[in-house]
């Protein structure tokens, strides 16, 4: 039997991305372009076939053939088949996926590189980083959207500024739901300014910030020069002083607080700096720390690797309690004699995770969340 074109059935022999690197039948890639080659008839008109309709053809000069496939829809499982003389090939499915948004580089604003897990004194920061063209990309700092810039080229840079000092930041970009790396920045107090760090409660917990408190003393510390002479004072007309220690470390009790919200500052500050917190009845349920299970504090808004956590809080003694992550009830302490309760959670998946505590009683607040994020 004499073989004439009409019986070459042809074939597709490798498909490749745009950088050359090999795709397989049944795979992925992000690439929308790809390269296909493969075998017909000498001569052969090859018609290329995407999803069902004819885009075009090529000849197979020599008996192989070539034929590039450009913006291919993402998201997107793509069946790819040719036919020379009536025959076809077998079909290649391929999924081309969205790309997601990176982040590359965090500088400061004097130029200088801040690397993940690295710290600055700098509240201005420029990210910059790459994500599909066309795609609009949202920053966030924590779960606060900053805003966001359109990809011209496949590149984008955002300028984050007004970020708080002594503080942990998470930077991230979102674009078309798909979210990028994590970039983790400390905002650090330069050494030497009048700066209130923390405020501790009656047992030694931080008060987070804009945060409810139950004890009716706390602890003000701070930084400043050596032996500087530090004023605080609040907005309720408390005022107290003391002198930075040899290490510019400084600690200021403030007593007899009421229910109330306290704004605390210090003389001598930069603008807008200061301190505030609410301090409530002791019946109402808060949460005031949580712990990995090695007793390490995760702080708002920080991130650990651990799976399994501790809450404790404070609420009215003998109460049942309903502590929820989001929308789903985790577990339902009893309050102690003294005041105090206690919940493990287990099995926490990667994401960030949002409890609240609610009791019986909410007098007038609102109810406050403890955030943070599994890696």
Not at 134 to 154: E, M
Not at 184 to 198: F, L, P, Q, S, Y
Not at 341 to 362: C, K, M, N, T, Y
Request: hydrophobic residues 40%.
């Amino acid at each position: 039997m004499i073989m004439t074109n009409e019986n070459v059935v042809p074939e597709i022999i490798s498909i490749t991305d745009a950088e050359g690197g090999p795709v397989y039948d049944g795979g992925a890639t992000h690439s929308s372009t790809l390269n296909l080659s493969g075998t017909a008839g000498v001569n052969d008109v090859v018609d290329v076939i995407l999803d069902g309709i004819s885009i075009g053809s090529t000849q197979a000069k020599a008996g192989t053939w070539d034929y590039r496939l450009e913006d291919l829809s993402r998201r997107t499982t793509h069946t790819i088949q040719v036919s020379a003389n009536g025959l076809p090939s077998l079909s290649w499915r391929v999924t081309v996926e969205a790309i997601s948004p990176l982040i590359l580089s965090v500088i400061d604003m004097a130029g200088r590189p801040v690397p993940d897990g690295g710290t600055t004194a700098s509240t201005t920061l420029v990210l910059s980083g790459t994500a599909e063209v066309g795609s609009y990309v949202q920053v966030f700092v924590g779960d606060d959207r900053r805003g966001g810039t359109a990809v011209q080229d496949g590149t984008w840079s955002f300028i984050v500024t007004h970020l708080n000092m002594d503080r942990q930041h998470l930077f991230k970009a979102v674009a078309d739901d798909l979210a990028s790396n994590i970039w983790t920045v400390m905002v650090a107090v330069e050494r030497g300014n009048v700066w209130i760090r923390t405020i501790k409660d009656s047992d030694g917990y931080d008060i987070p910030r804009s945060h409810y408190t139950a004890s009716t003393k706390v602890d003000v510390i701070g930084t400043a020069a050596p032996g500087q002479l530090v004023r605080v004072f609040t907005t309720s007309g408390q005022e107290n002083a003391t002198v930075a220690d040899p290490e510019g470390d400084w600690k200021v009790r403030l007593e007899g607080l009421i229910q109330q919200l306290y704004i605390v500052k210090v003389a001598n500050s930069i603008e807008n700096h200061d301190y505030r917190f609410r301090s409530v009845d002791q019946r109402l349920a808060i949460i005031r720390l949580a712990r990995d299970s090695r007793g390490n504090p995760i702080p708002i808004n920080g991130t650990t690797s651990d799976r399994s956590i501790m809450l404790t809080g404070t609420g009215a003694a003998g109460e049942r309690l309903s502590v929820h992550n989001r929308l789903d009830l985790v577990g339902n302490p009893i309050v102690n004699i003294l005041g105090v309760w206690e919940l493990p959670v287990r099995d926490l998946p990667s994401g960030i995770h949002v409890f609240r505590v609610r009791g019986s009683q909410d007098f007038g607040l609102g109810t406050q969340t403890y955030y943070f994020r599994v890696s």
